[in-house]
Every structure is written in structure tokens, then in C-alpha cells.
């Protein structure tokens, strides 16, 4: 059970590049996210997805677009990456039927110079 | 929208002494609070969780209180190790349509344990 997967792990951008980061699931979960997560600042939510079909923006969704691309996918684009978006990058899943838990990808450490 | 305050930012503690990490949340309908652990260079893990119709919670070494009046929740680790060591997030769950609310994190604690 591979439970929820992220591809890259790594990845280094030049300013103005674009990027995909993908996120699938496994478990059959509702709800899938996008977090960034920086020193000092915790887990910032950047996008969400309640349901295939449906998405919403987090607490930082500048500069980021989204696409939930059926039920276990869930991707993030960067379609003009900058220095200010190198972070370390988490999807997570959760069945979303009840107050249950995030299953957290590996992540991916962005870094754009 | 939600917001979720977490205090200490670091914490270090003896070995076999308490630690003690707090949160405060902006919204009362959120219903739901996870206590995650992140080791270095790992993903979140969850450790343990609490809802809103619970004033606390424990898991062998580990307890979580929840005071909804005031809006804050605590993690409480007893006989602390070394292998405790690591960052911890709490989060909350605004109870959003079918459950499916946003789940919004504090901004970490750094557990050092001591020998």
C-alpha cells in the first residue's frame, strides 16, 4: 500500500519556469491538499480539494493553480516560479467522510534561484 | 478563516521530564484537532487526535486537552526520551460541508529531549 505518492522529491527552477508537482493517492480518499511548509511557518495550506470536481483556496494560493484530475490525483502547477516559492512542498489525502486523519506524501524540495 | 496559534516555537526538556505545547484556535465551528509529529527530513505523522465533543485524550505517554470556551488545545508528552525529539504541529478542522473543511496548522514546535 504506497498510501500517498509525490513526484519529484527534488527540483530546482529557474525563476519564470514552470513546474507540475504530482500527488496520488491510493485510499480512495475525498479530500487531497496542498501544503508548503517553511522554517517558522508551519504547514501553510496553499490549496484543497474536497471532492473529485471541486477545489478551494488555502491560506497562501498566490502563484499557484491546482487541478484535481480525478479522484487520486491532485496536482500543483507553478507556471512562473520564484525565489520566494523554494519551500519544501507536502500533498496529503484524508478520507474526508468524517474527522479522520492526513496521510502525508514525502514532499518536495523545490528550490528556485 | 481559521488561524491556529502554537507556542513554544522550541522546547527543550530533560530526559524523563513533561513537555507541554499549546494551541489556540480563531474558529469555533472547527471540530476536529490532530497532533502531528515530524521527524527530520520525514513526512507529518499523526500521533494523536481529538474532537469537539472531548475534553481530553490519552495514548500511553501522550494526552491532549481540548478547552472549547477558550479555544485552546495542548499536547502533553510525560516521560519524555530521546526519541521524542522532533517538530510537532497541531492543526483544526473547520467543520466545512460533509466534514470536508479545511485543515489549517500551527506553526510547529522543536522538541529537543536531553540525555
Known amino acids: 500500500n504506497a498510501g500517498v505518492t509525490q513526484t519529484p522529491k527534488f527540483q530546482v527552477l529557474k525563476t519564470g519556469q514552470s513546474m507540475t508537482l504530482q500527488c496520488a493517492q491510493d485510499?480512495?480518499?475525498?479530500?487531497m491538499y496542498w501544503y508548503r511548509q517553511d522554517p517558522g511557518m508551519g504547514l501553510r495550506l496553499i490549496y484543497y480539494?474536497?471532492?473529485?470536481?471541486?477545489?478551494d483556496k488555502g491560506e497562501v494560493p498566490n502563484g499557484y493553480n491546482v487541478s484535481r484530475l480525478n479522484k487520486r490525483e491532485f496536482s500543483l502547477r507553478l507556471e512562473s516560479a520564484a525565489p520566494s516559492q523554494t519551500s519544501v512542498y507536502f500533498c496529503a489525502s484524508r478520507a474526508g467522510t468524517a474527522n479522520t486523519e492526513a496521510f502525508f506524501g514525502q514532499g518536495t524540495r523545490l528550490t528556485v534561484v | 478563516g481559521e488561524n491556529v496559534e502554537q507556542h513554544p516555537s522550541t522546547l527543550s526538556v530533560q530526559e524523563g521530564d513533561s513537555a507541554v505545547i499549546k494551541c489556540t484556535y480563531s474558529?469555533?465551528?472547527?471540530?476536529?484537532f490532530p497532533w502531528y509529529k515530524q521527524e527530520l527530513g520525514k513526512r507529518p505523522q499523526l500521533i494523536i487526535d481529538i474532537r469537539s465533543n472531548v475534553g481530553e485524550k490519552k495514548d500511553q505517554r501522550i494526552a491532549v486537552t481540548l478547552n472549547k470556551t477558550a479555544k485552546h488545545f495542548s499536547l502533553h508528552i510525560t516521560e519524555t526520551q530521546p526519541e521524542d525529539s522532533a517538530v510537532y504541529f497541531c492543526a483544526a478542522k473547520s467543520k466545512g460541508s460533509s466534514n470536508t473543511g479545511k485543515l489549517i496548522f500551527g506553526q510547529g514546535t522543536t522538541l529537543q529531549v536531553k540525555p
Open positions: 474558529d469555533s465551528a472547527s471540530n476536529y
Open positions: 485510499m480512495n480518499h475525498n479530500s
Open positions: 480539494s474536497a471532492s473529485e470536481g471541486t477545489t
